[in-house]
């Protein structure tokens, strides 16, 4: 449409010029007395001066004031209609959650405030340079979350809402670094799967199934418009946004059971409700964060993830939290030693084997269902505090016989026909069921700082009797994604091959931002051959990712890892032992001639780093800055945090050298 200069000068509304250049003001005065004029700030005084004339009763003020922020994006008509779109379902509907806690913070005499940071979705930027955005979107998020609660000076406590990949990380960070004061956070929840058609992890892989011939173009058009089958909340599997919602409760941050609730249902408005009462009784009792997150809320969450079989982007999460509360960060050697002492206890998606969506694990009992199956087995810390004020032991006792935990299961069996008990199992029923630990740790000369891949969601079919995954085959080097999936794609002599191992490099922090490559890797599931390749990079992975994909090599190629030094043909080993939970990647051959790890580590030695690395070109200024920033502050394996120490530490060293 194209409109004329006149329609952009002028709407031709005559109305517009009745202009007041005056008000009558709020009626009746603030309720001050003398003290408050003689000691108060005027910022305190005129802060009460803007909420009148916000519209707030001046005989209410007074009140505990409590700020709600949340990542709400996008505009909804009253019936829930769009106005203007949001990025992304698991911040369209959040507001809703805001308003009800805000109601019921008014209906307690207390006075809510609310502020919003809103958050980009990875999904919607699978493929493109706007994933060079998304993880230092984290940071930037948190620090303007802690600035909001700051420049409300008065405020006596934080309720965050968030759901998805980084907003709720964010916000977690943010509430984790309010040491004194009391803070609840309330999970945007989860949407739900369509009566027919795919998932919203399988359709995201519509593009490779249609250039190989397995989708029509009918089935990629109806089944991409339904994948989200409602409005509100974060995507049906396990990936980050669950996995970040649930550790969130493990941590005793969110209430009992409020993490994976269905957005827009009433059971998921009532825990907006229930925060707001928790927040003015943390309030009164003096219970702020500093109380609820320790060490052993930290390892209760660890061992909550490994149960769960959660994203690994937590790891990049999880000591970000930890850092923001003054907590040690847990070590890659505390990764593996939780997963191979921590059985896999949930059957979600994406991991199987039934893969059933995350709104059944919640119907099944959700954090605190696998908490009772965790206790039973002396795998949890019972004293730690929660944000209902009571510890974690007392709170699974009341699960444990509660009438929510029966009805819920009830629903589950009488409406889905599902068995609770397939879906959220203890130890045994587990193995019976063919589930494995999590997640393995690799190391080896193309990954002598570590890395990491989801063992238990690779292929069952190609991994041997001894429940180990071999792979050898020749590397096929890609510098950036759009090469990667077009090989993928492609039918012609550049294609990728079963039997090919991709090495995806300069996708780290230093090369885009440590991108995410779920276009990659969900396209490698669903083709019929993409079980026989693997995936090596310094990238990372989708939380709903799956498959032999071995991700955050470290060092990344621009740091001076040796997976910089890869070529086109080197023979490349992978060997995950998903039963003991150990692992290797080594180049093993190169030009035609086999040989050892030992050798092959000698090899890289001798090779210079190929001449291509670079940073991607389209990489903005933020986030290679960003890049340095948590390099100097411990790298990936430290969370990708700003530790303002070490990064003083770095910079006054190289002024001392100048």
């Known amino acids: 449409m194209v409109l004329a200069f006149e329609n952009i000068i002028d709407s031709g509304d005559p109305s517009i010029f009745d202009v007041r250049s005056k008000a009558p003001g709020p009626q009746g005065s603030l309720p001050l007395t003398p003290e408050m004029l003689r000691s108060l700030p005027s910022g305190d005084l005129f802060g009460w001066a803007q909420d009148a004339g916000m519209g707030w009763d001046p005989r209410a003020l007074g009140g505990k004031e409590i700020l709600l922020l949340s990542t709400h994006g996008g505009i909804r008509n009253p019936d829930g209609t769009p106005v203007a779109l949001g990025y992304h379902t698991g911040h369209w509907e959040v507001g809703l959650l805001v308003q009800a806690s805000a109601e019921e913070l008014k209906a307690l005499g207390a006075v809510p405030f609310a502020g919003a940071c809103t958050d ?112 509100g909340g974060g995507c049906q599997f396990l990936g980050t946004a669950a996995t970040s919602q649930v550790i969130g409760e493990a941590l005793g941050m969110a ?15 009532d825990l907006a409700r229930r925060s707001a009462r928790a927040s003015l009784a943390l309030e009164s009792r003096g219970i702020t964060m500093k109380h609820i997150l320790t060490d052993a809320s930290m390892r209760n969450a660890m061992t909550v993830h490994a149960a769960f079989g959660g994203s690994t982007n937590l790891i990049l999460h999880l000591p970000a939290i930890a850092h923001a509360a003054g907590l040690e960060r847990p070590t890659v050697d505390d990764w593996i030693a939780v997963n191979r002492k921590i059985p896999r206890l949930v059957d979600v998606l994406p991991n199987g084997p039934r893969s059933h969506p995350t709104v059944q694990v919640f119907l099944a009992g959700g954090v605190p269902e696998v908490m009772l199956h965790l206790r039973r087995a002396g795998l949890l810390e019972l004293d730690v505090l929660t944000v209902s004020g009571e510890t974690l032991g007392r709170m699974l006792d009341w699960w444990e016989n509660s009438e929510r935990r029966a009805r819920l299961r009830q629903v589950l069996r009488e409406r889905d026909g599902v068995d609770p008990d397939d879906v959220i199992m203890d130890p045994a029923g587990a193995v019976k069921h063919g589930l494995t630990p999590t997640t393995t740790f690799p190391r080896g000369n193309l990954a002598p700082g570590g890395s990491v891949i989801k063992s238990t969601s690779i292929d069952p079919s190609v991994v041997d009797i001894d429940g180990v995954y071999r792979k ?187």
């Open 472 to 658: 050898l085959g020749p590397a096929r080097v890609f510098l950036t994604e759009a090469a990667a999936i077009a090989a993928i794609k492609s039918q012609g002599p550049d294609r990728i091959q079963p039997g090919d191992v991709i090495v995806l490099i300069c996708r780290g922090p230093l090369g885009s931002g440590m991108e995410e490559i779920f276009q990659i890797t969900s396209a490698l599931r669903y083709l019929d051959f993409g079980k026989h390749i693997a995936v090596l990079t310094d990238a990372r992975f989708s939380g709903v990712s799956t498959g032999a994909c071995v991700g955050h090599v470290t060092p990344e190629a621009l740091a001076g890892g040796p997976i910089g030094k890869v070529l086109d043909g080197d023979l490349i080993k992978i060997t995950i032992d998903r039963v003991n939970l150990e692992g290797s990647v080594d180049l093993v051959g190169a030009g035609g001639h086999i040989f050892g790890e030992e050798e092959g580590t000698r090899v890289l030695a001798a090779r210079p780093p190929r001449p291509d690395l670079a940073s991607d070109p389209q990489l903005p200024d933020d986030s290679h800055l960003w890049a340095a920033l948590q390099n100097a502050s411990g790298g990936t394996w430290g969370g990708c945090v700003y530790d303002v120490d070490a990064i003083i530490r770095s910079l006054e060293a190289g002024r001392n050298s100048q």
């Open 120 to 231: 980009p979705c990875d999904g919607r930027t699978q493929g493109t340079t706007g994933m060079f955005d998304s993880l230092p979107y984290r940071n930037d998020a948190a620090s303007v979350f802690r600035r909001l609660i700051r420049s409300l000076p008065t405020r006596r406590g934080v309720i965050g809402v968030a759901t998805c990949d980084k907003g709720l990380p964010a916000m977690m960070m943010a509430l984790a670094a309010m040491h004194d004061l009391p803070c609840v956070l309330v999970p945007g929840g989860v949407t739900l799967l369509a009566e027919e058609g795919e998932d919203a992890g399988r359709v995201q892989s519509a593009g490779a199934r249609f250039a190989h011939g397995q989708m029509t173009l009918e089935a990629a058009a109806e089944n991409l418009c339904r994948a989200c089958a409602t409005p």
């Open 255 to 269: 209430l009992t059971h409020s993490a994976l609730s269905p957005s827009g249902q009433a059971i998921w408005l």
